[in-house]
């Protein structure tokens, strides 16, 4: 797994979601869960509104939608999906292919940036059991305890919604923090 992402300054980057879709149940599985199919914001620690998730490739549909000052198109052709997105008067397009159907992206309205999303997640868990109980009730595939940087990863089956996660994990009360992981963390070279 690779380093936690910093921002400038050497702090964490830390995510956490934004209760703007319907709430989910603390005690289902990712695997029953309906996934979302609009973008929807995602919350920096350090700014509000910042960073606007995507779900799946194979959710996204083709359509239109202004989140705050940001519009999004999104276009499906036969081979990829091409979003485009619009911020501080300056565009940025990213193409995800179909034959990637569980990939996920966030887009960053401050650096005006596409991210891809790991399919795991980073938590700051109450004990070492509540890791192993929180990957049970995720459905995780694995999961890493680093106790001297201060969290836990937990690997997630690749079609599993990571925001999904990241809700049940701070629900749960065996987290006092989650967040989704990046691919390619923002601000680091590409």
Partial sequence: MNSPSRVKGGRPRRICLLALCASIAVGTTLSSQERAESPEFVQHRDTVDRLVGFPTVSALQTGRWTLGDTVIHVTRGSTHVEVRATARSRQRVKHLPLSSPHARIVFDRVQVEFFKLHPSIRVDAVDPKSVELLGARLGAVGSDTYP??????????????????????????????????????PNDPM
Wanted: glycine share 6%.
């Fill in 148 to 185: 001297a940087l201060g969290y836990s990863a937990i690997q997630l089956e690749v079609s599993a919604d990571p925001f999904a996660a990241v809700r049940i994990a701070e629900a749960s009360g065996l987290a006092t923090h989650a967040e989704v992981v990046f691919v390619q963390p």
